[in-house]
C-alpha cells in the first residue's frame, strides 16, 4: 500500500470525528544478483520499498566510488573484493523518513595456479630410469 493512510472514525457522544491515522513505517530491502566470478562483473541492484508517504528518493553507494540515484541502478565492479553497498530511501512525508538497508557483493577474480616446475618425459619400456646429468 504505497503512500496509503488508515482512516480512523471515532463514534463519541454521538458524533463522528476522523483521525488520520499514522502510514505505515518506510521499509525497505536490498538486494543483488549477476556475474561476481567472471568479468566484466556487472551486478544489477533492485530496492524493494513498503509504507511511508508520497514518492520514494533513492541513493545508491556501492563502496567502490560509485553512486546511484535509480530504484534499480546496474553497476559494474573492476576489482576484486568484498563490497557491501548500501541503499538509502527517503519518503515524500513531512517530516521525512529514511530507510537504509545493505547488501553483501563478494566480488571475487580467480587466477590460474601458475605452476613452477617442469618435465621432461622419456617415452620408452618401463620401468623409466632417471638420467643423471654431469
Given at each position: 500500500m504505497?503512500?496509503?493512510?488508515i482512516?480512523?472514525?471515532?463514534?463519541?457522544?454521538?458524533?463522528?470525528?476522523?483521525?488520520?491515522?499514522?502510514p505505515?513505517?518506510?521499509q525497505?530491502e536490498?538486494?543483488?544478483?549477476g556475474?561476481i566470478?567472471?568479468?566484466?562483473?556487472v551486478?544489477?541492484?533492485?530496492t524493494?520499498?513498503?509504507?511511508?508517504?508520497?514518492?520514494?528518493?533513492f541513493?545508491w553507494?556501492f563502496?567502490?566510488?560509485?553512486q546511484?540515484?535509480e530504484?534499480n541502478?546496474?553497476h559494474?565492479?573492476?576489482?576484486?573484493?568484498?563490497?557491501f553497498?548500501?541503499?538509502t530511501?527517503r519518503?515524500g512525508?513531512?517530516p521525512t523518513r529514511e530507510?537504509?538497508?545493505?547488501?553483501?557483493?563478494?566480488?571475487?577474480?580467480f587466477?590460474?595456479?601458475?605452476?613452477?616446475s617442469a618435465?621432461s618425459?622419456?617415452?620408452?619400456?618401463?620401468?623409466h630410469?632417471?638420467?643423471q646429468?654431469?
Amino acid at each position: 500500500m504505497r503512500g496509503s493512510m488508515i482512516l480512523v472514525i471515532l463514534f463519541l457522544a454521538g458524533l463522528a470525528r476522523v483521525t488520520a491515522a499514522q502510514p505505515f513505517p518506510l521499509q525497505c530491502e536490498a538486494r543483488a544478483s549477476g556475474s561476481i566470478y567472471q568479468p566484466p562483473y556487472v551486478i544489477s541492484f533492485q530496492t524493494v520499498v513498503a509504507g511511508g508517504e508520497g514518492a520514494y528518493t533513492f541513493h545508491w553507494d556501492f563502496r567502490d566510488g560509485g553512486q546511484s540515484d535509480e530504484q534499480n541502478p546496474v553497476h559494474e565492479y573492476t576489482s576484486s573484493g568484498w563490497y557491501f553497498p548500501f541503499v538509502t530511501v527517503r519518503d515524500g512525508g513531512f517530516p521525512t523518513r529514511e530507510c537504509r538497508d545493505s547488501v553483501e557483493v563478494p566480488v571475487a577474480v580467480f587466477v590460474d595456479p601458475i605452476c613452477g616446475s617442469a618435465g621432461s618425459p622419456t617415452w620408452g619400456p618401463a620401468p623409466h630410469r632417471p638420467v643423471q646429468r654431469v
